[in-house]
């Protein structure tokens, strides 16, 4: 398994889980502290398709010796509103179409892409079966563009508080499985599963085949080894189901950013000793 940590990129989440902030001109430093502290990959929170820095990774992450682990679409919920429930059917293609420029953007690096906050909720004039409806629609077509690219479309859970879809993963991937959604696989955030489920490692192993990727957080959202979670269930299920992809750090910079980049990373490689 390899380690990764996250760049946001986007001003209006700066508040959000993310260890490292600050726009593109930060972009290198950024990729200098990652390597310099032992990661393996960066994962990029960006505005947009138009706004990711997609020629300046080109040179960066092999510069240093780091690779594109995933690239976050949630700015399209951040900053516009967007999600692929929305009841008007013109938001929803707006949301597609913004989700569908970060999946060749990151397509086009080796990486996949996520759909976590664009997935939205139902309410209102949609109801539960129409979000549903909704939301395969549009991972199916988002799936199937990022195969286009050799790779998968990454769909995140989250807790109840974020959305009312799909907050476990044995859940999402029946979903996935009953509506013949291939090219996606699941996000494993580890913060929202200690609030969904009963127990971490046995949800991880429920779902193996459909394990894409892990955020690497604690029960706080910090650094794990920072709250009460035990991450060593986490990594005996990962190596059960022969997981290989990456633990990725998507969480607050306290009590500052480098402190969490060291926690995280040493966090991670003392779970996998």
Sequence with gaps: MKTAITICLVPEARQGPFVLHGGPEELAAHCGTAAALGFDGVEIFPESAEAFPGAALAGLLPAHGLALAAVGTGAGFVKHGLHVCHEDAGVR????????????????????????????????????????DHLAAALRRLGERAAGHGQVLLYEPLNRYETNLFNRQEEAAAFLDARGIGPVKLLC???HMNIEEPALGPAVEAVGPRVGHVHWADSNRRALGLGHTDPRPVVAALRRIGYAGYLSAEVFPLPTPLEAARQSVAGARAALA
């Design 189 to 191: 955030d580890l913060f």
């Design 93 to 132: 293609e707006r949301a597609i179409a913004f989700i569908a420029g970060l999946v060749d953007a990151a397509g086009r690096l080796g990486a996949p892409a996520i759909v976590g906050s664009m997935q939205g909720r139902s309410g209102g004039a949609v109801d539960r079966e129409a979000a549903l």
